[in-house]
């Protein structure tokens, strides 16, 4: 066994010495020049950014990228005078806002204006990432150590007074930089539809028919973004709605009626963002209102004068809701999709119009009445942040 682990010593001991050697006689050292410098997966900016090397760092440089190799020194003659009037051309006529998307950066210009120049394979290096894979780093971003007489033919950095890749701001930052303003509020109008609550008026006669349309109306929040919350999902506001209702009655004398409610209603709410996902996201939503409901109720006989009266009272509802929302082309503007269920306490409608006939009328319960119970709606709208 102690053979065994002396001779395993040994044969690893040149196999890393044969590495080092390879390296050696193969390779370039290179010295990164700007502050952050990506190392590609193909000779092209628009393919993937592997991995990234900060200012000053020392890469791998493969030995086919020059001629004569590093380690074959020659005084005579320099094969880089063409990359070297290259490399002093101004780096802004050479960026494009491609490499500017793809570094992840605020970048002036980018590389590649033209797409020839994107693609063309002189522009590059080939090296090798931390975890030894192929990579390759734009030619402008590193200083080659040649250790002959090409050190003097081109300048140490291109970079001394602009860096494409440096992303931080100096301070003091001026006043007048194009900060982002910071979206404190949304605010959102919605049309709704839904079945409507089949409470009527206490007629003295049966009911022999009922229609009872969809109750429809708008609805809209006004809500900013709560301070204590980092993440910018939590806000708080005001929320109000407006809803009409109608139904029609046949009663057993075939006289028929004909009912026409308004309901408004305005109170604070809350909500939260449960999912966000690029242009999608989701809400819940919790809130509670104050509502005044007005009804004017018509009776038609099939004989004698028709009367109209007026009736009104007050409520309270508790809200739930969820929405889903979309971007849309509109800066900071979404569509989205809400479903909402309203529960109201009991309350009652009341008139304070005189009877002209009292026949018409219930004389011992001339009211309107709402036990507790709720309505849902669904309602489209669009949605803007300020």
């Known amino acids: 066994m102690k053979y065994f682990f002396t001779l395993y010593t040994f044969y690893a001991f040149i196999f890393c010495l044969n590495i080092t050697y390879h390296g050696n006689i193969h390779a370039a050292d290179g010295i990164i020049l700007v502050l952050n410098a990506p190392l590609f997966k193909e000779r092209n900016i628009t393919s993937q950014i592997i991995q990234y090397k ?20 020659d005084y005579t003659q320099s094969k880089m005078s063409d990359f070297d009037d290259d490399l002093s051309d101004d780096l802004s006529d050479d960026l494009s806002d491609d490499l500017s998307e793809n570094l992840g950066h605020n970048f002036d210009s980018g590389i590649g204006k ?4 994107v693609e063309m ?10 975890n030894g894979r192929t990579a390759f780093v734009l030619k402008k971003f590193v200083k080659v150590v040649y250790k002959d007489g090409r050190e003097f033919t081109e300048d140490i950095s291109h970079f001394n007074q602009y860096d494409p890749t440096d992303y931080r701001l100096t301070e003091p930052i001026a006043k007048d930089f194009p900060f982002n303003q910071a979206i404190d509020y949304r605010a959102s109008l919605a049309y709704g539809i839904g079945p409507q609550r089949k409470r009527f008026y206490r007629y003295t006669r049966s009911i022999t028919k009922e229609d009872y349309s969809a109750n429809n109306g708008l609805s809209s929040i006004l809500v900013k973004k709560i301070k204590f919350d980092l993440t910018d999902r939590f806000y708080f506001g005001i929320m109000g709605h407006i809803f009409n209702y109608q139904s029609n009655f046949i009663l057993e004398n075939g006289d028929s009626t004909e009912e026409v409610k308004t309901k408004i209603g305005l109170g604070p709410i809350i909500t939260y963002d449960i999912f966000r996902y690029k242009a999608y996201s989701v809400t819940v939503m919790s809130g509670i209102t104050a509502n005044y409901t007005y009804a004017n109720i018509a009776y038609h006989p099939l004989s004698g004068e028709e009367e109209n009266r007026t009736f009104n009272g007050y409520s309270i509802e508790g809200n739930i809701g969820s929405t889903f ?14 479903t909402q269920l309203r529960m109201a306490l009991p309350y009652e409608l009341t008139s304070s119009t005189a009877k002209k006939n009292e026949n018409y009328w219930n004389q011992q319960d001339d009211i309107v009445k709402y036990p507790f119970g709720g309505e849902f709606s669904w309602f489209l709208g669009i949605q803007s942040k300020f």
Do not use: C, M
């Open 114 to 117: 033209d797409a020839a120049i």
């Open 54 to 73: 900060r200012k000053g760092e020392s890469i791998w440089i493969h030995d086919k990228e020059f001629s004569p190799a590093p380690h074959k020194v």
């Open 325 to 338: 929302q979309r971007e849309i082309f509109i800066p900071n503007s979404y569509i989205f999709f809400k």
């Open 121 to 130: 394979a002189d522009k590059f290096y080939e090296t090798l990432d931390n």
